[in-house]
């Protein structure tokens, strides 16, 4: 599946706001399931379920279970270049980015993934 990501693959598949949001917010954050997600977004369970969907089918995203819960992460064996291009927008600190994590982090009963690994 990795071979796919050639850079016009991965920039079409960040174009969409709602897909480059969850990215980043996954890069900042190591992992997130669709309920944080959900709510650092605003946006439906099934949209969010949908983009993550596709990120995963282009190669972006490795999604693992524990429980109830389905976590994303960045693919593993991402090529340098996407790690690289990744780190960098991260740089830029996109007020956008900044709001959803405020979302996030006063989110209440977030999963914990200290008791679901054990």
């Not at 050639?6 to 480059?20: G, Q, S």
């Not at 819960?69 to 740089?91: D, F, G, M, N």
Request: proline share 5%.
């Amino acid at each position: 599946m990795l071979e796919i990501l050639r850079p016009t693959a991965v920039f079409k598949c960040l174009a969409d706001e709602t897909r480059a949001r969850m990215t980043q917010l996954i890069a900042q954050e190591g992992e997130l399931c669709v309920c944080e997600l959900t709510v650092a977004l605003q946006e439906s369970q099934p949209k969010i379920s949908r983009h993550l969907a596709q990120l995963r089918s282009c190669g972006l995203l490795q999604d693992r279970r524990a429980g109830q819960w389905v976590y994303y992460r960045l693919h593993p064996q991402l090529p340098a270049w996407i790690s690289e291009v990744l780190t960098q927008v991260l740089k830029a600190d996109d007020p956008q980015l900044a709001q959803d994590r405020l979302r996030l982090h006063s989110m209440r009963d977030r999963p914990d993934r200290a008791l679901l690994c054990n």
